[in-house]
Each structure stands twice: as C-alpha cells, then as structure tokens.
C-alpha cells in the first residue's frame, strides 16, 4: 500500500498561486500520477497528470500555461503549480498514483486525503 500525503492547499485571491505538494511513502514508477478536484455538489475531476513517460496530460489543453505538474522523483513527490487562480478554482485538490490511464477517476488505485484550494473574488 502506498500513502499519498498532500499539502500546500489555502485560500488566496483571484489571481494569485499556489503550489500543491504530494510525497508519497514510496518509490511509484511506471504508472500513472495525477491531480484532481471535487467542487462542492459535483464530481471528481481530472486536472492534470504525468504519465509513465513523463509527457503529461491535461484535461483541458488551455490550461497548460496557467497549471503545470512536476515530479521530483528524488523525493517521491508530485507537485501541482497552479497560477493565475480564479474563483472556479476552488475545490479539494487530491493527488493520485499507480493510475493505469491519465485522468479517469477509477483508473488510480492509490489516493491522497486531499488538500482544499479556496479562491476569492
């Protein structure tokens, strides 16, 4: 079992950033990681994930200037940049790993407790 623990969530203004943390309690390769948000009243969503190879994927390709994933695989964690924040940015933020396929909610088996994001107008 592998334990996802997130960080980095807060509240901050329209326009401003944040950096999302997620270290892991081990090594997990070959599979893959991601992030994701649930608004309040809706579903899971994909935002972005790394790949086995390292190419990355976005749920919404006009997002890729504004959030940017990472991993430091030295230290076992997966960041998520997100700049430029807006309202509808406000969600629980929760990392995922050994997923079989990029942004699908049920291809990960292994998830973090989440971490909140509030934006204010």
Known sequence: QVQLVESGGGSVQA??????????????????????????????????CIKPRGSIGYADDSEAGRVTISHDKSKNTVYLQMNNLKPEDTAMYYCAAGGTACLSVRAYRHWGQGTQVTVSS
């Open 15 to 48: 326009g401003g950033s944040l950096r999302l943390s997620c270290t892991a309690s081990r090594t997990i390769s070959g599979t893959y990681m991601g992030w994701f948000r649930q608004a309040p009243g809706k579903e899971r969503e994909g935002v972005v």
